[in-house]
């Protein structure tokens, strides 16, 4: 009789300590599916997002107005987590913060504003650059880049998606 109930103990043991081991592997496996997902859905989007710069024509110094396009699928915001990184020839890199108004201060950069297109301001959702917008963003490198000298812009949107360009300081027009 008293192998009888130890034995019902132990099957009984044994009985809740697979069901703990098998809901612990199911939860466990629910929590790297579920970071598996958010990881593919997050590369999905870096896939689909795309920006391209378009420096300007003639730059003489002072504030640096740059267009960029949004030319991917996905709409882009959180402006204030962008990074802006300047590289001067003589290997001087300088990483500039943001600024919440335009124009932007010393060693910051600042969004201007987002327009649909030829300068229209965007009426739908203002402060997102949706594809197939234009955003302008205003420079301000602080140090003087001497006439002649190329800078290379890089430019990171809050997914990590870069783009670059490169600007070359002209002398000022004679008036």
Known sequence: MESILVSMVLLVLMIVGNVTMTMNSIQSTAKVSAS???????ANTIMRTNIAIVPPENYYGGT???????AGQVSISDFAKWDVIIQEQGASTEYMDNSASY?????QWALQGIYASDNVPAVFDPNILDPGEEAVIGINPGAVITAGEMIKITLSTSNGVTAQCYVTAQTAPSS
Do not use: S, Y
């Not at 598996?36 to 997050?42: G, L, N, R, V």
């Not at 640096?64 to 949004?70: A, F, G, R, S």
């Not at 124009?103 to 060693?107: D, E, K, R, V, Y």
């Open 103 to 107: 124009p932007a201060g010393t060693n």
């Open 64 to 70: 640096l107005d740059l267009t960029v396009k949004n």
């Open 36 to 42: 598996w997902k958010a990881t593919e859905e997050q």
